[in-house]
């Protein structure tokens, strides 16, 4: 998710010629935080460490090419929420169609045009922080749901057990209803003895 507290947007660029990392750190580093990785392998540990805004990928790289990195990152928890665009050599129409398939957002081809590639990569990101904000947002407003629930039960139960109390006996509410042999429905038997004397004397009284 995009730190809101950073002034610029983190990118991160995968790719295995230092020469390619060099244009785009200096094409991009007065607008962007750049990041900077020359194999798949250390893309995909720097994005998960990082959490870029996006991610400037090559695909054809030893070990590990770009396809296989964009495949691991979208199965990623922690980054599969990640933007992705492929710049590469690659210009068959295939290779553009299995990009965009596996989950990337743009498709970018080399020799790049450096403004069409700085326009595409502002729209993506401003994209990318739109949905983190709305994001957050509702984030925020399930939590806020959660604790007014939360609070309207604990007040429900509060006044059920307020109710219970006044709608009991007085001789009742001298004691805690506790589980324990010598407790009958609450009320201890020599309590309850007692009530009963009472009870039974005011009833001959009045006969008599």
Not at 44 to 50: K, M, T
Not at 92 to 110: F, H, N, W
């Amino acid at each position: 998710m995009y730190d809101f507290s950073s002034s610029k947007p983190t990118l991160l660029v995968i790719d295995d010629i230092p020469e390619n990392l060099t244009l785009m750190y200096q094409l991009f580093k007065d607008d962007y935080k750049v990041k900077g990785a020359n194999s798949g392998a250390r893309g995909i540990a720097v994005a998960e460490s990082v959490n870029p805004d996006l991610i400037l990928l090559d695909i054809m790289m030893p070990e590990m090419d770009g396809y296989e990195v964009c495949r691991r990152l979208k199965h990623n928890p922690v980054t599969r929420d990640v933007p992705v665009i492929f710049l590469t050599a690659k210009v068959d129409r295939i290779d553009e169609q299995k990009g965009l398939e596996m989950g990337a957002v743009d498709y970018v081809t080399k020799p790049i045009n450096p403004e069409i590639v700085k326009a595409r990569v502002k729209t993506h990101v401003a994209l990318k922080i739109a949905s983190d904000l709305l994001k957050g947002k509702n984030e925020a407003l399930e939590k806020e749901v959660e604790r007014r629930t939360s609070e309207i039960l604990r007040q429900e139960k509060s006044f059920t057990r307020s109710r219970m109390w006044l709608s009991m006996p007085w001789f009742l509410w001298r004691k805690p209803v506790i589980t324990k042999p010598a407790i009958i429905f609450g009320v201890r038997k020599r309590t309850l003895s007692f009530w009963l004397k009472n009870c039974a004397r005011t009833l001959v009284i009045r006969q008599s």
